[in-house]
């Protein structure tokens, strides 16, 4: 099992151009979350999906973000348009029953 | 210029000795909690996990205790290592599948 798989592991973008990162779940897992982690803030609940579906977006924090999960192997988190503000180590996590997997992270800097 | 984010509370212990790190949770509703290991540049690890009909569970090297009644989360390390060295988290399930983190804590552990 290769756990869950978050691409790219850094990004650095300049303020305004449009941002997506990517997400693989673990196989069989039902349940999909989007945290944000910062300095400021901790670590944040972003969204939430169950088999596909949002069921919780009350933690995205504007319109600029929206997150979207086509199949049950993939999701977008995407950025539109990005801010320096949104820098921070973005995860995503995976859970069947419990058990909730996180990804390594993706490092997000916007200059 | 000075840094602002969350002061996080730091446990120092020396290698060897039993570590507790504490949290307070919030909702009385809460039925599941986990405890998270965090090392530099990776995504949170899973520690160990309770049940709200629990009050405690034991892992290698790790108990969990839970006080329903004050709504307060530890954690024990027994023989604390070098390698345990990083930030912990407790996390509460809220309202259905929403795991929510605590502020952290970030264990030192000296030679």
């Known amino acids: 099992d290769a756990g869950v798989i978050q691409s790219p592991r850094h990004e650095v973008t300049e303020m305004g151009q449009e941002v997506t990162l990517r997400c693989k779940p673990i196989?069989?897992?039902?349940?999909l979350f989007w945290y944000r982690q910062t300095m400021m803030r901790g670590l944040e609940l972003l969204i939430y999906f169950n088999n596909n579906v949002p069921i919780d977006d009350s933690g995205m924090p504007e319109d600029r973000f929206s997150a979207k999960m086509p199949n049950a192997s993939f999701s977008t988190l995407k950025i539109q348009p990005s801010e320096p503000r949104d820098s921070a180590v973005y995860f995503c996590?995976?859970?069947?029953?419990?058990?909730?997997?996180f990804g390594s992270g993706t490092r997000l800097t916007v200059v | 210029g000075e840094s602002v984010g969350l002061h996080l509370p730091t446990l120092s212990v020396q290698e060897g000795d039993n570590s507790i790190i504490n949290c307070a949770y919030s909702n009385s509703a809460s039925d599941y909690f986990i405890w998270y290991k965090q090392e530099s540049g990776k995504g949170p690890q899973f520690i160990i996990d309770?049940?709200?009909?629990?009050d405690k569970r034991q892992g290698q090297r790790v108990t969990v205790l839970l006080n329903k009644t004050v709504k307060h989360l530890s954690l024990q390390i027994a023989a604390t290592q070098p390698g345990d060295s990083a930030v912990y988290f407790c996390a509460e399930n809220k309202e259905g599948n929403k795991l929510v983190f605590g502020a952290g804590t970030i264990l030192r552990v000296k030679s």
């Open positions: 309770i049940r709200s009909n629990m």
């Open positions: 196989s069989g897992h039902d349940y």
């Open positions: 996590a995976s859970s069947r029953r419990g058990g909730y997997t």
